[in-house]
Nanobody, 124 residues
Framework: QVQLVESGGGLVQAGGSLRLSCAASGRTFSSYAMGWFRQAPGKEREFVAT????????YYADSVKGRFTISRDNAKNTVYLQMNSLKPEDTALYYC?????????????????WGQGTQVTVSS
């Protein structure tokens, strides 16, 4: 059974930083791309960032490009999201997801396993 467990969320002031982690188990972690998505209250879930199976390719939503960095440690079965220069509009429940494929993808339909989410709240 595949499990994804996010951690690292919290309350931070605008301009601050947080590092999210997602620990995976139950499948060969290093074979699949991973992604981060977020959902704010009253809004649809949106793509944030994705990283290929090897970590050699990444892709970001325009809204976070230059502020967020996705990375992975295949030895630890963990994917990270470093979030800098946080803004109030980054407030959301952040989910990690495991893709059905090895390459990067922004489409949530190509992810077959999801974590429960970790809350990020940015105060102004």
């Amino acid at each position: 059974q595949v499990q994804l467990v996010e951690s690292g969320g919290g309350l931070v002031q605008a301009g601050g930083s947080l590092r999210l982690s997602c620990a995976a188990s139950g499948r060969t972690f290093s074979s699949y791309a991973m992604g981060w998505f977020r959902q704010a209250p009253g809004k649809e879930r949106e793509f944030v960032a994705t990283i290929s199976w090897s970590g050699g390719s990444t892709y970001y939503a325009d809204s976070v490009k230059g502020r967020f960095t996705i990375s992975r440690d295949n030895a630890k079965n963990t994917v990270y999201l470093q979030m800098n220069s946080l803004k109030p509009e980054d407030t959301a429940l952040y989910y990690c997801a495991s893709s059905k494929k090895g390459g990067t993808t922004w489409s949530p339909y190509l992810y077959d396993y999801w974590g429960q989410g970790t809350q990020v709240t940015v105060s102004s």
